[in-house]
């Protein structure tokens, strides 16, 4: 792994903006910059025509709407070309009467997959493992997920984690472990001795000063 980080720069980390890229598509020539302000999902899997990838496929397929409504755009990505994307994707429509809505990015050369780090060499030098990229709408990257190849991705999860992000954004605030939309979210803990004692008569649902939880 550490020859593919000399070979194509730093890989992206959380904090940083996600690396520009220009690629054909389901949709035909995207950009990432094509999506300003808009929340962007992208996701790699391995190979089409896989059974794991293809119930995938079908879970964000099934999902998309609610993305949509939340401003943010689901990408696929695998290293095949665009006419097994194609193939693969009307494929899924007549065997399981989904429509894939949302582009597919067709990486043959890898220089996303390298750029991202969706290529991890202990697993495979050809595929593009189970990752997930959430890039926010000021272009932002803002969550990171690797899965390994054998076992498929909790839809559900990535949506929450989507919620979470955008909850955090919008409020200043940080979410608990298991949070879902409508429970009560994280009070930032003061910084000082004087914030400390304070904290505890201001209202909000404490264990003690550093754990504080209030509605939104």
Partial sequence: MEQEVVAYGRLPLLGDPAPEWEAITTHGKLKLSDFKGKWVVLFSHPADFTPVCTTEFVGFAQLNDEFVKRNAQLIGLSIDSVFSHLAWTRNIKEKFGVEIPFPVIADLDMNIARTYGMLHV????????????????????????????????????????????????????????????GEKVIVPPPSTSEGAEKRMTEGYECVDWYLCKKEV
């Fill in 122 to 181: 202990p697993s495979s030098t050809t595929s593009t493992v189970r990752s997930v990229f959430v890039i926010d709408d000021k272009g932002i990257m803002r969550a990171i997920l690797y899965y390994p190849m054998s076992n498929g991705r909790n839809m559900d999860e990535i949506l929450r984690l989507l919620d979470a992000c955008q909850t955090s954004d919008k409020h200043g605030v940080a979410t608990p472990a298991n949070w879902r939309p």
